[in-house]
């Protein structure tokens, strides 16, 4: 396999030519800029986080807008040159300066004046350099799902808390005034005991202009090979990569990781389960007519818990989540807040969230990223930690087991097993060589 370094000159240069950039791709002194970008937002040398971006396209590019603002950008990656050069582009117009670029994770990863990382791959390249940087000295920020199965996970947690690293994953709700009021609510009792969770998320946003690609050879702006990295070696077709990556198994688990790790999240957050998960899982799904793409189109999964509460996730359902007590009922979804007696929209109430002076029971955070930047200054757990990204990513995957195979799964949750022999192969994957995964 190629171990690609810093991208040509020469080829960065046209890309960036045709972003009308007209300068080079990297820089000779990144650690001068770095001096004066401290000095020009008036932090102190010693305090500013000097953040390195794994990967500048679509949501790569919306995480950079914070830390751009910061004037803290030290580095860009991608094994795409147009986006790497977009990325580039961006640096230079937000901190009037150029930084170093790569086209390898492992050389930014080797960067001295880079002190942490921003990983916002696909799912199926989390694991892997989210493990490397934390081995590596560099506190991450990953975006979620954490993990593309769940051995990662557990590799996950063990390479952050044996180099003492500092992981937020980004789930970014954890972060939210109306999340955080439903799960104070919640566990303060307000509805009385919780028995019952639903979660809502969406169902496929396929493009119907994929539906005829074909294979073809990669565009020659994309390292294919790098792209690809662990997941199995497939013909290049446009409609696998980039956003659609999410609807095919080598690199996702369909929209039930996607925003299944968002509204699953709060649930565990609201039943106090972030460090347990559930015991028995049941699924059922159906999959697109046309076979354009492998995740379900629909799924319906129940999950019980140690606690006893049921969790009920549909995809195709009201996005969000709502939990159900002996009391009433709490809705919370983006932008959305509601509280009343039943589930019937007409008896739930829009209430504002709760002042942080009167959050007693849970994690406060009203910024996510910043929250990340303290406690790596601080060295304290950030509010959505990787044994909380793990967790969460896991009952999404055992969702997607029970629904794959038709079957009960029966999890421990404590020995982190499929306790049925013939099912347990489901949590962890091959790597395509020479990838491997550490434990």
Request: with cysteine; glycine share 8%.
């Amino acid at each position: 396999m190629k171990n690609t370094q810093h991208i040509s000159r020469r080829h960065f240069l046209r890309q960036a030519r045709n972003l009308s950039l007209g300068m080079g791709a990297v820089l000779a002194g990144p650690n001068i800029f770095l001096n004066e970008t401290r000095a020009a937002t008036g932090e102190n040398p010693s305090e500013l986080v000097r953040v390195g971006f794994i990967a500048t396209g679509g949501r790569g590019m919306q995480n950079m807008q914070y830390f751009l603002r910061k004037k803290s950008v030290a580095a860009v990656c991608d094994c795409d040159s147009s986006m790497l050069a977009k990325g580039q582009q961006a640096v230079i117009k937000a901190q009037g300066k150029e930084v170093s670029a790569y086209s390898d994770y492992r050389k930014l990863l080797e960067d001295k004046s880079v002190d942490a990382v921003v990983i916002s791959t696909p799912d199926h390249w989390h694991a892997l350099p989210a493990i490397h940087a934390c081995q590596a000295g560099k506190d991450v920020y990953c975006e979620k799902p954490l993990t593309l199965f769940i051995d990662e996970g557990k590799a996950m947690v063990k390479a952050v808390r044996e180099n003492k690293r500092i992981l937020q994953t980004g789930s970014q709700q954890r972060s939210d005034p109306r999340f955080r009021t439903a799960v104070e609510m919640v566990r303060s009792g307000k509805i009385g005991k919780i028995h019952t969770v639903k979660v809502g998320i969406t169902t496929v946003n396929w493009d119907s202009k994929l539906d005829d690609v074909k294979d073809s050879d990669p565009p020659p702006e994309l390292d294919y090979n790098m792209w690809l990295g662990p997941a199995p070696y497939r013909p290049y077709n446009r409609a696998r990569v980039h956003y659609f990556f999410r609807f095919f198994w080598d690199y996702s688990g369909g929209q039930m990781t996607n925003w299944g790790a968002h509204h699953l999240d709060i649930a565990h957050w609201g039943m106090d389960m972030d460090n347990s998960g559930p015991v028995e899982i049941t699924g059922q799904a159906r999959y697109d007519e046309k076979k354009r793409f492998e995740v379900p189109v629909w799924s319906l999964i129940h999950y019980k818990y140690p606690n006893g509460v049921q969790v009920i996730l549909e995809q195709g359902a009201k996005m969000g989540t709502t939990f159900i007590g002996e009391k009433g009922v709490i809705y919370v979804n983006r932008g959305v807040l509601k509280m009343g007696a039943t589930e019937k929209e007409e008896d739930l109430d829009d209430i504002p969230p709760m002042k942080d002076s009167d959050i007693k029971l849970v994690y406060i955070s009203n910024d996510h990223y910043g929250n990340w930047l303290e406690c790596i200054k601080t060295r304290k757990d950030p509010i959505c930690n990787v044994e909380i990204g793990h967790r969460t990513a896991t009952a999404c995957h055992l969702g997607n087991i029970a629904a794959r195979t038709g079957k009960k799964i029966t999890w421990d949750p404590v020995k982190e097993v499929i306790t049925d022999p013939s099912l347990a192969h489901w949590t962890t994957k091959a790597y395509r060589p020479p990838w491997k995964l550490p434990v």
